[in-house]
């Protein structure tokens, strides 16, 4: 696999971090869906490429819309209750060995609003096929308690979701 040169700190500090949306989705049992990548930049980090849905905030697009969006694109899910919005924007950046490798190369970390919603829907509408012209984002997925989901996370990002499970664990109840 090909991959882009390595950029200095002071390339890296130029580059932009990515606004975007997370959802905490959680169904009645208290479990929290996180889907399964497969990213061409894994390598030492393929252990831990489980994530809950996220995607990036489009122009003029309000953070709550986005997240709706996202879910739905990501997972096929629209049968959903908005629980909270996080009050934080939370960001985490990228090791210096996926600086332009991850995140198309083209940004230093995320920015994120997360929001907590609870999936009252069935489990046979979540499709995490390729539709719509979008390419699946998840091989796999499955519900996971919600103390064992910063754990899933590749190591850089863990952080964001030991804030978010922690802000939002207390809708985890069956």
């Not at 049992?29 to 930049?41: F, M, S």
């Not at 996971?144 to 109840?173: M, N, S």
């Amino acid at each position: 696999m090909k991959h882009a040169p390595h950029r200095t700190s002071d390339q890296a500090f130029a580059l932009p971090m990515r606004s975007c949306v997370g959802i905490m989705l959680l169904n009645n049992d208290g479990k929290v869906w996180v889907g399964r990548r497969k990213p061409k930049w894994a390598g030492d980090h393929a252990a831990h490429i489980w994530q809950m849905p996220q995607g990036g905030i489009e122009k003029h697009e309000p953070p709550r819309i986005a997240a709706l969006r996202e879910l739905r694109e990501e997972t096929g899910i629209t049968s959903v209750e908005v629980l909270a919005e996080h009050p934080e924007w939370l960001s985490y950046e990228l090791p210096s060995d996926l600086l332009g490798i991850a995140l198309k190369g083209r940004y230093r970390g995320q920015l994120q609003k997360w929001f907590a919603m609870r999936f009252v829907g069935d489990d046979r509408e979540i499709d995490i096929s390729a539709r719509d012209g979008l390419k699946a984002e998840f091989e796999s997925w499955r519900w996971a308690p919600v103390d064992l989901v910063p754990k899933l996370i590749v190591p850089f990002k863990r952080g964001v979701y030991e804030q978010v499970t922690g802000a939002f664990g207390h809708f985890a109840v069956a």
